[in-house]
């Protein structure tokens, strides 16, 4: 096809916007999602065969028109087209083609399909204008979008109380993130006047900010405070949206959307828009920031590797392993090599994206058998489950296949991405010494842990005997594998999974076409010895994670009781939620019930006794006026009215009048005289 990759990539983004708007139009009508179906399978082809190949072993490439003006500055919007955005462009549409298959069949007969395709198409144009967007405004504004289009989708089930408090959560805590992402934009643009990634990068988005082409980035410090503050600032974002520790209690609740939705938002799209906006402004972090990173990634990985442990919820421990695997790429930006950070959100992208859409099949299997018996039990919990292998022997291949790459066995991609970054993690810390050897020796440990927990699913599912066999033995609806078009995008995932579409190479990652695409350099020499000690350990660890949960689950010599206070701390997320709910929520009414207390007590005592004491002052004040200023009014006028009255009586014109008052006179003289 005769077409420039600028057109190309802008169509790859336009054509789910142009199914979203269709199917917002046909609205009930459009439930079959060809039009969905159709949009992103042209993406995936343009995506490939028009942009990522040609930049990829080309050269960068962009297109900006203008804006808007504000006084002398100009804001673009455009299309960046270097390594890093053709590759997360060609990743989403490699990712959401088999998720639109695999929910064809999954999603089939839901009351609100029109509401899920249109949604879906929403979310797909969102994180796809996020990938190749020129200037930090127009990725923020497609990265508020994801944020929204996510929220639809977490309560795609809003009659479900469960998944409507989820999105709240989800669409909450993500603003928390959004602010700091508004901060780090706002400081950026303050200090060095402008949002191009261009301008302060340079093309190809590798350049250091001393060779960067913005004038006012020639000289910058990166050591001042507010480069400081800024690279804090786009990291919270980055926490939020990637489910870092404490921002990551949202994702698992978000496992009440579909588990389509599930695959596709929090496994390989959304939730690595955080550590592809880590990898876009990584020439603006210094030393301070790159170690937050380091121990916030560390310490995610930790976490949630423990919180998987106790989880009977298939989903849910999926969902902590994807924050366990987050934090991985957080280690890898914040030990320099981004480009291991890029790899492992590669291979992790298809095989927990295989690993969500596996435990889909399960479900949507298990559904069937409470529906057809009418039993009541949860069929996402591990202990109803059992034997499947038997059932549904495809769907567990698959999902071996899926687990042996996120423990990290060879011959599959976790293999290579995850030996790239604890291998670099430890490079790093042998160039810095003494404690920071804390970081690859976790990195291990959560290594070790990852095995165990997608072992112990593995086994929990699909071994020992089906918990409820007695009605599958009585002639009731038996359990077999999910349609074939759920299961061919499992298949399709599957064979991604493994080394051969990373490299030809199976046990040495430096070969992989993406760590040689974006030929990361850092400034901390090679320990080749660890190349051979570190994956060698690794594997035996998985190895003894996977035996010790063979004995445990499959052979029943499980040693811990079943209210194992540890156990059931590690289910309950170390009671965060419980100390969320505590601290904020309640923290929170607490507040608004002082400030209300305050307000009505003191504010409005203090007004109602200012009213009463100004009530009484003008009441006396009434009484001043009234009875004193009046009264001598009055009084001076009552005397000169009755004494005009008597002069009044006195001047009648009448004789005896007179002459009575002469004798009155008369008298009273004649009475003085004889009292003195």
Known sequence: MNISPIVASLLVVVLPFSAFVIQAILGRRSVSGNVALMAISLSSILSAGCVFFVVWTGEATLERITWFTIGTKSFSVGILLNKLTVFMQLLVCIIALPVHLYSRAYMKGDDGLHRYWMYLSLFCFAMLGLTISINLLQLY???????FASYLLIGF??????????????????????LGFLIGIALLYAQVGTLDLVELFGKSGFFSTETAVHDSLQLLDKNSAWITCAGLAFLLGAMAKSAQFPLHVWLPDAMEGPTSVSSLIHAATMVAAGIFLLCTVFPLFNETVLLVITGIGTITAFSAAIFALGQYDIKKILAFSTISQLGFMMVGVGIGAWDTAMLHLATHAFFKCLLFLCAGAVIH??????????????????????GLRHYMPKTFLCMLIGALALSGFPLTAGYLSKDSIVVTAFEWAASHGGSYFIIPAALILVSVLTAFYIGRLVFKTFFGSFSFREHIAAGKPSLHEPPSMMLWPMLFLAACSLFPLFGVQPLAYQQTWIIRGFHVEVDYPAQHAAHLFIPLGLTIGAIVAWTVGWQWYVKQKYPLRVDNSWVQWANRQGYLNELNDTLFVKGTLKLSDLLYAFDRYVVDGLTKLVTWVTQRIAVFAYWVDKHIVDGLVNLSANTTYYIGHLARHVQNGQLQGYMGFALTAVILGILYLIIK
């Open 157 to 178: 089930w809003f009659t479900r109380d469960a998944a409507v408090q989820a999105n709240k959560k989800a669409f909450l805590i993500n603003r928390i993130g959004d």
């Open 141 to 147: 504004i497609f990265w508020e979008l994801v944020g």
């Open 365 to 386: 299997e298990m559904s069937h058998v409470k529906a057809h018996t009418n039993l009541t039990f949860d069929p996402q919990d591990l202990r109803n489950m059992g």
